[in-house]
């Protein structure tokens, strides 16, 4: 295992340049630092109650910059703002207006799907208005007709899951401010401060307050709303994440690797909000990140020991996907998502010593190997964790209500079912994940396939398990036991197992070159 500095290497610097993220016309200097757009705040506005406050620290002043007209305006304060929505009535109504070509639970799989658009010769964009979308260009299909004739021909190809969403719009958000006592609201702020903090409240009551470092925009995204977002440092953004993402009391070899791979996702993953004019959001679907209020001594000494590093493959940054547990075994990328498999994302069994399962001798695709597998319970490095493994009984009524809700989101005709009559598991994957698990229903019989599973039903929390039909004394079922193990998707490391590992007195580069083999 090497531990690659992404500032001496050309071909990595190439790459930052066509990500948008270093100055195509001059390399990467040694103090020069990436600066990322996030997302802190995505849909301001969506909610006429919200409120949003930016205050200076202590002893500081608020730069801001915006346009009235065309006349760009400055002022300085050294006294809070704070941003209202007020709805403004239209004139006349407004149609807003989009083609949908899919809805998705992750970014991974509506990246999958809009690649496969492409490849027929239809431009689209990845959005998130709630759940992950796949719309047609707005720009190239900007017209009702021509958004028409793309879902007809479409529909002709023999596919259902285009749709279009039509608003009829009668009054819009728009955002406003007071400074010295006069009013302001135009589309774009910018917010500067002298110390370069920014103190953040959000939520109704201005209750969550954290300071950020860096520069403030608030701008409209795709939705009719507004983002505000944080252009920060790339090692500022990741002392935000560290603190958020294993926390302040991991071992300093866990910190170290969890830096370095925290570093490695946000470069690798700059465009997934392209079409928001941003490139990262700040929670669960991409880090974790809040800023510097939690930052600690003991996560800073990790970002600092790694300075500068990220990991590569065939000198290329990786696809550094992590979860908290994975339930004894990683998953390739193809258990969880569709799309191609990376070499350096495949199953590893996570303990310290590999003589617990043998996955060349005892595939977990057999469904016997399985549950014997997720019967297992010592020697893994999770074992001592309580999500390690988990059985979680659920009544049919509270199962039927909730694959309802996620089929009605998706827009499937199965979404009127009223009874399920019987559920099994179809498919799996060399590493255990469920890929395919059939429902029958009074309508008729349909499947859900990989990382949907843990959207459709509320007592999973991987695809890392099996079902057992519950009667419980009633002649018809009860319920279902879903018996299963881990913590989110299992692709990467494991941030419970890299701690155990690190306890053991493995190293980052070791612990790095575990869960991601083949890497630098």
Not at 152 to 179: F, H
Not at 422 to 445: H, Y
Not at 463 to 484: H, R, S, V
């Amino acid at each position: 295992m090497k531990i690659f500095f992404w500032r001496s290497s050309y071909k990595l610097i190439t790459t930052l340049c066509l990500l948008g993220l270093a100055a195509a016309s001059e390399p990467v200097s040694k103090n020069q630092d990436v600066k990322l757009q996030i997302g802190i705040v995505q849909r301001f506005g969506a909610k006429p109650t919200a409120k949003l406050e930016l205050a200076p620290t202590k002893g500081d002043r608020l730069t801001l910059k915006f346009a009235v007209g065309s006349q760009p305006q400055m002022l300085v304060t050294d006294k809070p703002i704070q941003l209202t929505t007020v709805m403004q009535p239209l004139t006349q109504p407004a149609v807003q207006e989009v083609l949908v070509l899919g809805d998705f639970r992750t970014f991974e799989t509506a990246e999958d799907s809009a690649n496969r658009w492409r490849s027929q010769g239809i431009e689209v964009e990845i959005t998130q208005p709630e759940r992950w979308q796949v719309w047609a260009k707005r720009e190239v299909y900007s017209t009702p007709l021509i958004r028409r004739l793309l879902l007809q021909s479409i529909e002709t190809s023999g596919d259902k899951t285009a749709y279009l969403a039509t608003n009829i719009l009668q009054q819009v958000p728009k955002i406003t401010w007071s400074v010295n006592g006069k009013n302001y609201s135009p589309n774009n702020l910018e917010v500067k401060a002298g110390k370069d903090l920014i103190r953040v409240s959000t939520d109704e009551n201005l209750k969550t307050k954290r300071v950020y470092a860096g520069q403030m925009t608030l701008q409209p995204n795709a939705y009719g709303h507004y983002t505000l977002v944080n252009t920060v440092p790339l090692e500022t953004y990741v002392r935000g994440v560290l603190p958020h993402e294993i926390g302040t009391n991991a071992p300093m070899a866990a910190l170290e690797a969890q830096a370095i791979i925290a570093r490695t996702y946000a470069l690798r993953n700059v465009r997934r909000f392209a079409a928001d004019n941003y490139q990262l959001c700040a929670d669960t679907h991409c880090q974790v990140y809040q800023g510097i209020s939690g930052v600690a001594k003991k996560t800073d000494q990790a970002i600092v020991s790694t300075r500068g590093q990220v990991l590569t493959y065939n000198n290329e940054i990786v696809d550094a996907l992590y979860s908290s547990t994975t339930g004894g075994v990683t998953a390739n990328f193809s258990d969880i998502w569709n799309g191609e498999d990376r070499p350096y994302l495949k199953p590893v069994i996570d303990a310290p010593n590999n003589n617990i399962w043998d996955l060349s001798s005892q595939d977990l695709a057999n469904e016997q190997n399985f549950q014997k597998f997720i019967n297992l319970k010592t020697g893994f490095n999770e074992s001592k964790w309580d999500v390690f493994r988990w059985n979680r009984e659920t009544d049919i009524n509270r199962i039927t209500t909730d694959l309802q809700k996620f089929l009605q989101a998706k827009k499937s005709p199965y979404s009127k079912f009223q009874k399920i009559q019987a559920m099994s598991v179809v498919e799996r994957s060399s590493s255990g994940r469920i890929l395919k698990l059939a429902i029958k229903t009074d309508i008729g019989v349909f499947t859900l396939q990989k990382d949907e599973i843990r959207s459709a039903f509320a007592a999973p929390i991987s695809t890392l398990f099996y079902i057992q039909p519950l009667n419980k004394g009633k002649t018809d079922i009860w319920g279902y036991a879903f018996i299963g193990g881990g913590l989110g998707h299992g692709v990467g490391l494991s941030q419970t197992g890299a701690q155990n590992l690190a306890k053991l007195g493995w190293s980052s580069a070791k612990i790095l070159d575990f869960y991601y083999p083949g890497t630098e």
